[in-house]
């Protein structure tokens, strides 16, 4: 008998134990070869005053067995807690987040029988940093990170997983008509990657319209690679129009430590009611599989579910009026039927794939010249006018060899050449370039915010401009 291999197993909140007592338990009866070390966290840990909702023992089984099978699992409102996935996906460098989102069509009721796409979406930057801060009383920030290294590996694993998988296209979705640094950033290195594998088709979408034809023909599509934000939202969309999202799992994968779980909620409403839907978890543990090189088990699991959805065993969630069984009479029907195979639906196929550490992104030895060409002030200010504003900056913008060339207003340019009819919040950008003549330095830079001090300005933060190998690398005032 072949050893077992450990995984690290966490039931979650709400239904999190009911469905992963199920899970495990068609697991077990499809022989799959694992050794479950049982760890807490979620709610009950949050509550101990643990903010990140994970203590010390699970951080040491995970690093021990390299696996986790999540369950849902609930965060407090409220008390600053954060999210116990992102902390794991960040901390564990679990940078893909991969979704297949697949139609079951006829019979789960969808109005897209041939829709068979994966999402994979990068899981570690973005606006999910969750770096916030409020500067005014008005006004939050929210940090957008992209990187060069963060973009490249999860491209790269979108056009690896395709090849792996005999997936034919790669869909790129960005919005750098907008935000043309950084999801602009994204969208060059899909197009330098995409030239690598020549044999897979390559196409980009702006995001909205993207999303809008994803909801609408969702066919068009065969493995999608996108920010986390808009991999957030577009895998729901696709879960759901397939569907249902309960039936959705996911692999979070990095180069060492890989997570799997549904991607639906702890849905406390209807927990302990024995009605909740495995599916999605089990597919979550389907992935796990696989990936842990038990691809045999993977199929006579999924090929059994496949069949009993088939036969018309279904939960609540998806069998619309019809008949439906409860969480453990699911899985039971999936474990009769082990060893069978669906015959309207496609059968599935899992070939042996061993675990692979994925070579670590490395840093190009070639390094940008960068200039500093100026700052970006930002102000606090709910009494003063525009025009009294501006009257101090330039003051001060001449006093420390500056040049005042603009301010704006939640990113609309207000002076120069200004528009009444413009809201106004009481946070102000202020954009200072060197004197003609002049090359910009830090110490200038400090002599300005002292500058600015003296005329008794609150200044709240700054933002270096720089070029890089003579190129501007910041962004123009919407009006400017």
């Known amino acids: 008998m072949a050893e077992k291999r450990p995984i690290t197993v ?4 709400g239904i999190g134990p009911e ?3 199920a899970t495990l338990n068609i697991l077990e009866q499809a022989g799959a070869e694992i050794e479950p070390e049982f760890i807490d966290v979620g709610e009950k840990v949050y509550l101990t005053g643990n903010s990140t909702g994970i203590p010390q023992e699970a951080w040491d089984s995970l690093r021990r067995t390299k696996v986790l099978l999540k369950a849902p699992i ?3 409102q409220g008390g600053g807690y954060k999210s116990l996935n992102v902390t794991i996906r960040t901390a564990m460098g679990l940078y893909a987040n991969v979704r297949p989102c697949v139609s079951y069509h006829p019979v789960v009721e969808n109005k897209h029988p041939d829709m068979d796409l994966v999402i994979v979406r990068e899981n570690e930057e973005d606006l999910y940093s969750g770096i916030e801060h409020q500067q005014t009383p008005d006004v939050v920030q929210s940090l957008k990170l992209i990187s060069r290294p963060g973009s490249e590996r ?3 694993h979108a056009f690896e997983y395709a090849r792996k998988n005999n997936r034919k296209k790669v869909t790129c979705l960005v919005k750098d008509n907008i935000m043309k640094l950084s999801d602009g950033l994204f969208h060059q290195v899909f197009k330098e990657i995409s030239a690598e594998y020549p044999d897979i088709e390559a196409n980009s979408y702006i995001v909205d319209i993207g999303m809008a034809r994803l909801a609408d023909s969702p066919e068009e599509f065969d493995v999608i690679v996108t920010l986390n934000l808009y991999g957030d939202i577009a895998s729901d969309i696709a879960a759901q129009i397939a569907g249902s999202v309960g039936l959705a799992g996911s692999a979070n994968i990095g180069d060492q430590i890989a997570m799997f779980e549904a991607i639906h909620g702890s849905a406390p409403d209807i927990a302990g009611k024995g009605i909740a839907n495995p599916s999605g978890l089990l597919h979550g543990a389907i992935m796990m599989l696989v990936h842990i090189g038990q691809p045999e088990a993977a199929e006579k699991i999924h090929n059994a579910w496949l069949k009993t959805i088939e036969d018309g065993v279904l939960t609540g969630d998806i069998a619309k009026g019809k008949d439906a069984v409860g969480t453990k009479e699911f899985a039971n029907a999936v474990v009769d039927r082990l060893g069978q195979s ?11 794939e061993v675990e692979e550490k994925q070579e670590e992104t490395t840093r190009p030895n070639y390094v940008p010249e960068r200039e500093l060409d100026g700052t970006d002030v930002f102000l606090f200010n709910n009494t003063l006018t525009i025009d ?3 009257e101090k900056l330039t003051r001060a913008a001449e006093a420390s060899h500056h040049e005042f060339v603009m301010m704006t207003n939640r990113g609309v340019k207000v002076y120069p050449n200004g528009f009444s009819e413009t809201f106004l919040s009481d946070h102000w950008r202020c954009r200072f370039q060197p004197s003609e003549g002049k090359t910009e330095t830090q110490g200038m830079i400090r002599e300005l915010l002292t500058q600015i001090e003296s005329e008794e300005l609150d200044w709240i933060k700054i933002e270096n401009l720089y070029r890089f190998d003579g190129k501007i690398a910041y962004s123009l005032a919407q009006g400017q």
């Open 10 to 13: 966490a039931t979650g909140d």
């Open 19 to 21: 469905i992963m007592e």
């Open 74 to 76: 609930t965060t407090p």
């Open 342 to 352: 669906p015959s309207v639906l496609a059968p599935v196929v899992y070939s042996k």
């Open 154 to 156: 999860i491209i790269r």
């Open 388 to 390: 009294e504003i501006a």
